[in-house]
């Protein structure tokens, strides 16, 4: 019960945490717009059960696949979609890390 609990409080805390360092003069838009990346979460409303807490979504869900990870990296490397990119990378890290979390625990 406390992983997905951890997982999601840290989908929150961390980009805030990013956007406070790299971003402190517009931290509060650049959190909202990371936290924008959110919406990837979608792509579990494709698939049955919705909510698995021992699957691990990277190369499950369509938004989490490798090719989707590369577009997410270039959005992170162009300035206009570079909060958008962030927050969908740290996303994604948040989500590899949970998969590892899983096979470890």
């Known amino acids: 019960m406390l992983r997905p609990i951890l997982h999601l409080g840290l989908h929150i805390i961390v980009p805030g945490t990013m956007a406070k360092l790299l971003f402190s003069d517009r931290w509060k838009t650049a959190w909202m717009w990371m936290m924008s990346a959110m919406i990837i979460d979608l792509d579990h409303l494709l698939t049955n059960p919705i909510y698995d807490p021992n699957r691990c979504g990277i190369n499950f869900h369509p938004m989490h696949s490798l090719p989707a990870i590369a577009v997410y990296a270039l959005l992170a490397a162009i300035p206009k979609t570079r909060l ?5 990378l740290i996303h994604i890290i948040l989500d590899g890390m949970d998969c590892v979390w899983m096979n470890v625990i």
Do not use: E
């Open 84 to 88: 958008v990119g962030f927050g969908l």
